[in-house]
């Protein structure tokens, strides 16, 4: 099944209809949010929380440590839940909104825990007049659940140092990862206690009820999205490489097919989490994004071989049973507001802007490509790139080189000359009324689209996706 060589530009109701789509999915979201939250503000409120901050006293260190442990525990059920690829999220605020919430809300929930425990051991020691070491040792060994959360801190404290990015850097992005799921464990250690001791919630039924059921249904949500639904779509669609082929000198490209695979409903400029049933190591899921327009029948993807699991692809047989998670990501044909189209995409990032360019409607000279490489022979996806070009008028623009060192980093040493700006602009007059999809490594992105918006481009008109965890 191939595509027609013309697609017409999706009706202007095409795209308000897109956009309706996604409004209502971040609304969702963030009502969501809203309301969990203001449902522990409302839990605190109730147990006097307030009039105890008045006296300046003991008691007001014991409700602001309630408090930061009420607000802790709210921002870990959002560290899970976020990362638990529900559709309401995913949908509403896109993997790379997620991953970067997931981050702060980490280091937050982490800052405000370790708050929550100094504030009440200084208060309940000043009520009893004992060394706050003292009353430390006496909450870990007296009181219920105590010795759970101890150790449920210490996994948090953990995963919180091997996040800071000079420490994830050493790490092999599978150790990392193993070690971060660490994070579930110390989170289902650290929660019990406050259900057990905690002065909000003995002796409030309703206080208990309510806790009780987020984080069941945020369980079940991990178990669902994260296990029972990739499974259940993996084994329905029995989806198996079909070929493995070099993409560029140092690119692989993986092709596979399956039953019913419209069904997915992927689309393009989406990933999906691979894991190939290829031997040991298969538990290891990699994210790559689709390379080709899913409407086109197989599931394609394209990479650079930089490491263990993408040199993993090149050993890849015909036949080989995959596992998938997803469709995920937002950097889909619905974030368009126009006609016009500027893609720029860098290394392995140009994979998805292809996968887009073969779906969406444009006139010849309405869609743009910048591809940026350090050797033109390294560029993947060229192939697909001129059969663009060739039948549908795309106008492709390629920058190799080293990079500049300076603010404009994202273009070659080559344009040493230009702003980064008025480059831009050269290569697209009109984009003023494009929309602009960028895809590249986290430092790339940020280098384009600073200088994107100084060349006036409405940040509603940028459209990114990060990897980056």
């Given at each position: 099944m191939t595509a027609s060589p013309l697609i017409a530009a999706a009706p202007p109701t095409a795209l308000r209809t897109r956009r309706r789509h996604r409004a209502v999915w971040r609304s969702g979201s963030v009502a969501v949010i809203w309301m969990t939250s203001l449902a522990v503000v409302a839990l605190w409120v109730a147990g006097g929380g307030v009039q105890a901050t008045w006296g300046m006293s003991a008691e007001t260190l014991n409700t602001l440590g309630r408090l930061t442990g009420l607000v802790s525990a709210n921002l870990l059920m959002y560290q899970v839940l976020?990362?638990?690829?529900?559709?309401?999220?995913?949908?509403?605020?896109?993997?790379?909104?997620?991953?970067?919430?997931?981050?702060?809300?980490?280091?937050?929930?982490?800052?405000?825990?370790?708050?929550?425990?100094?504030?009440?051991?200084?208060?309940?020691?000043?009520?009893?007049?004992?060394?706050?070491?003292?009353?430390?040792?006496?909450?870990?060994?007296?009181?219920?659940?105590?010795?759970?959360?101890a150790a449920g801190t210490a996994l948090l404290l953990l995963v919180v140092v091997l996040s800071i990015r000079r420490a994830?850097?050493?790490?092999?992005?599978?150790?990392?990862?193993?070690?971060?799921?660490?994070?579930?464990?110390?989170?289902?250690?650290?929660?019990?206690?406050?259900?057990?001791?905690?002065?909000?919630?003995?002796?409030?039924?309703?206080a208990q009820v309510y806790w009780w059921t987020v984080w069941a249904a945020t369980a079940t949500a991990?178990?669902?999205?994260?296990?029972?639904?990739?499974?259940?779509?993996?084994?329905?669609?029995?989806?198996?490489?079909?070929?493995?082929?070099?993409?560029?000198?140092?690119?692989?490209?993986?092709?596979?097919?399956?039953?019913?695979?419209?069904?997915?409903?992927?689309?393009?400029?989406?990933f999906f989490v691979w894991r190939f049933l290829d031997g040991p190591g298969w538990t290891r899921g990699h994210p790559f994004s689709l390379a080709e327009d899913p409407a086109r029948g197989d599931l394609v993807i394209s990479a650079r071989v930089t490491g263990d699991g993408?040199?993993?692809?090149?050993?890849?047989?015909?036949?080989?049973?995959?596992?998938?998670?997803?469709?995920?990501?937002?950097?889909?044909?619905?974030?368009?507001?126009?006609?016009?189209?500027?893609m720029l995409g860098a290394g392995a990032g140009v994979a998805p802007l292809v996968s887009l360019l073969q779906s969406e409607g444009y006139g010849p000279g309405e869609a743009t490509l910048l591809t940026r490489d350090h050797v033109p022979e390294e560029a993947l996806r060229r192939e697909a790139i001129?059969?663009?070009?060739?039948h549908r008028g795309l106008r492709h623009v390629s920058l190799a080189g080293g990079r500049r060192r300076d603010a404009s980093s994202w273009m070659p040493q080559s344009h040493a000359a230009w702003a980064g700006a008025d480059l831009l602009r050269h290569i697209e007059s009109s984009i003023d009324d494009a929309d602009v999809f960028v895809c590249g490594p986290e430092a790339w992105m940020r280098a384009v689209i600073a200088d994107l918006r100084a060349a006036g481009v409405d940040p509603a008109r940028i459209h990114r996706e990060s990897f980056t965890v």
């Open positions: 976020l990362m638990a690829r529900v559709p309401l999220f995913e949908r509403g605020f896109g993997r790379d909104g997620i991953t970067r919430m997931h981050r702060i809300v980490g280091f937050w929930s982490f800052w405000l825990f370790l708050a929550h425990i100094a504030l009440l051991v200084a208060g309940y020691a000043a009520q009893a007049g004992i060394n706050p070491l003292v009353q430390l040792w006496q909450f870990v060994w007296d009181y219920p659940g105590m010795l759970l959360a994830r850097r050493r790490l092999r992005y599978e150790s990392w990862h193993l070690l971060h799921l660490y994070g579930y464990l110390g989170v289902a250690l650290a929660i019990p206690h406050m259900l057990w001791t905690g002065a909000d919630f003995v002796g409030h039924p309703l991990v178990v669902l999205y994260r296990i029972g639904l990739p499974l259940v779509r993996s084994l329905r669609h029995d989806i198996r490489v079909r070929d493995v082929v070099a993409d560029g000198v140092r690119g692989v490209s993986v092709r596979m097919s399956g039953r019913d695979l419209r069904a997915l409903r992927a689309e393009a400029g989406q993408t040199a993993r692809l090149t050993g890849l047989r015909p036949g080989t049973k995959v596992l998938i998670e997803g469709p995920y990501g937002t950097m889909t044909g619905g974030e368009r507001t126009g006609t016009r189209l500027l001129d059969e663009l070009v060739r």
